[in-house]
């Protein structure tokens, strides 16, 4: 299996600054989106600082250890450089008063070969769309999912809600964070869409759909996206990482390339 990646990100209609983060690594699979959040530009540097860390260990250690790793080691070697990248935005909260209380949500994805080994804390979200099937593969870490799941509010009444933003973790924010952990199988022609609630707060999921089915490149699917989140109000930044599961196609022997086979 090859990953097509593609990644957008935009400051919306409202806010100046662009407090996500996004980057990926197509050499080893991984893709990384965090939505930083916190006073001044803290939630710039939250974010910016748990994109840079994961991609860097993480990267390190696909690099040298991950071609051959099972799912378990994958998970492990992902918990343990989220813990990190926890530990230095807290530690950088708490030594430096004017980013007191930062931290940031986040969706890492590892791909490789036919395995998505998915982590996220908060309500950043990571969809998937196979065949005409849209659904999403992560559960908020918020309070608004919270209610629905306790059977106080209904999806339907969730749209409304004056709760969408309030997340129940995020990392940096404590010394130690809980990051929830989900091995999928990947499929041929599967697209993956991570993204901050800039999008899903913006655009519903049927809406979201009927975007990704359509006829267009993934930076135009993007784009897409990003500009449906503007039009019905862009009230936060954007950001999405989409990545297609391509099937590598098989070599030919040369005498079947010679006979047109």
């Known amino acids: 299996m ?21 980057t990926v690594d197509e050499m080893t699979g991984l893709c990384i989106l965090a939505d930083g959040m916190g006073g001044y530009n803290a939630g710039e540097v939250a ?14 250690w696909l690099s040298e250890a991950g071609k051959n790793a099972n799912g378990k080691e994958v998970k492990r070697a992902l918990e343990i450089c989220v813990q990190n990248a926890n530990h230095s935005i807290f530690n950088a909260a708490n030594s430096n008063p004017q980013y007191s209380g930062m931290g940031t949500t986040l969706v890492v994805g590892v791909f490789q070969s ?16 196979r065949g005409s099937d849209f659904q999403q593969i992560t559960k908020d870490h918020s309070l608004l999912q919270e209610q629905m799941d306790a059977g106080l509010l209904t999806p339907e009444q969730a749209l409304t809600s004056s709760n969408k933003n309030l997340v129940t973790r995020a990392l940096g924010v ?71 599961a391509k099937q590598v196609a098989a070599k030919r022997g040369l005498l079947s390339r010679m006979m047109g086979k």
């Open 114 to 129: 036919e395995r998505l080994v998915l982590g996220h804390i908060g309500d950043s979200r990571c969809y998937r769309l």
């Open 174 to 244: 404590e010394d130690a964070v809980m990051l929830d952990v989900t091995e999928h199988r990947v499929e041929e022609g599967d697209l993956y869409v991570m993204c901050s609630d800039g999008l899903s707060d913006m655009v519903r999921d049927t809406a979201l759909a009927d975007i990704v089915l359509g006829p267009m490149t993934l930076a135009q699917k993007a784009r897409q996206l990003i500009a449906a989140a503007n039009e019905n109000g862009g009230r936060d930044n954007i950001s999405v990482v989409l990545t297609h």
């Open 2 to 22: 090859m990953y097509e990646i593609c990644t957008d990100t935009d400051p919306g209609m409202i806010r100046d600054n662009n407090e996500d983060a996004v």
């Open 47 to 60: 974010s910016g600082m748990a994109c840079a860390f994961i991609k860097s260990e993480m990267s390190r």
